[in-house]
């Protein structure tokens, strides 16, 4: 059998000797969402460190941990901390906890990040739901025998981001009073912040907010059939747009500040999904 889904099974066989909760939903916290599990009727909690051959979050301001429990009424599954791969795992590893989240039960995935704002009408504190992306800087994670159990080799990309669920987000932000941008997403390696000749090239190539997650982990979530959504928290202004050299304090700043809102937009729009399923 292919190492990758054999790796993927035995942490699937792993979380089911500790866990019993069945989530409806995947949630993957990025920066200044880590709190959102406080607002959450927490059930269970597993620790990365506890599914073996699970690769371990090392970034700090992160935790590393499913977090099981009811948002809104609905059965979810939240990650405290993500695995990215500028850490130096493959791009297989870092889409190991989606695939597990889809072996868990969860029909949907709901991504958010920190992300630097391309587009010059963005501001730092801005919510932008990602409408596409663009993820050709990075492998593709289905790259490597295709794992038949989980989807078909060739999948269509052609609608990562649900049509159908970004029309409910738009609503629920407007009935919070959120101001919502919308725009393409484009993933960088990282860890490294870009050039401003590097952001000005994604500009003209369409995105409108740059980041170092995300991208690969939809299009895995698509390969296994799962629906797709996702809000980036603008924390920057991206290289050159800005006249400051950027930080990874600013961004967590910024993304600390306006978590409040931000937990209140995503509480809100899962409760809205599941309402309109
Ligand atoms: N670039 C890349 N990744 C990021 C940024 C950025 O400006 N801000 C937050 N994540």
């Known amino acids: 059998m292919n190492e990758v889904y054999e790796k993927l099974k035995k942490c699937r066989e792993a979380v089911a000797e500790k866990i019993t909760f069945k989530p409806e939903l995947a949630l993957i916290l990025g920066s200044g969402l880590g709190d959102f599990c406080d607002t959450m009727d927490v059930k269970e909690t597993l620790p990365y460190s506890e599914i073996e051959g699970f690769p ?32 130096g795992y493959s791009v297989q590893d870092v889409v190991l906890p989606t695939r597990l989240m889809h072996l868990m039960g969860a029909k949907m995935l709901f991504l958010t990040n920190a992300a630097g704002g391309i587009n010059p009408s963005f501001r730092a504190g801005d919510f932008m739901l990602i409408c596409d992306h663009i993820c050709s800087l990075v492998p593709s994670p289905l790259i490597g025998a295709n794992i038949d159990e989980l989807g078909t080799r060739f999948p269509d990309m052609s609608e990562v981001y649900s049509r159908r669920l970004r029309t409910i987000i738009e609503n629920s932000a407007a009935a919070e009073g959120v101001p919502l941008q919308r725009g393409v997403y484009i993933q960088t390696t990282g860890p490294n912040y870009e ?35 996702g809000i980036s928290c603008i924390s920057n202004l991206a290289s050159g747009i800005s006249a400051n050299p950027l930080s990874h304090k600013e961004v967590q700043e910024t993304a600390d500040r306006v978590a409040p809102l931000f937990r209140k937009l995503v509480t809100r729009a899962i409760a809205d999904i599941h309402a309109a399923k």
């Open 56 to 87: 371990k979050s090392t970034v700090a301001g992160h935790k590393g941990q499913f977090v099981f429990g009811y948002s809104g009424g609905v059965p979810i599954v939240a990650m405290q901390g993500r695995v990215h791969y500028y850490e």
């Open 195 to 229: 050039t401003p000749a590097e952001i000005r090239a994604y500009g003209r190539l369409g995105a409108d907010a740059v980041g170092m997650s995300t991208a690969v982990e939809a299009m895995a979530a698509r390969h296994c059939g799962m629906d797709v959504c």
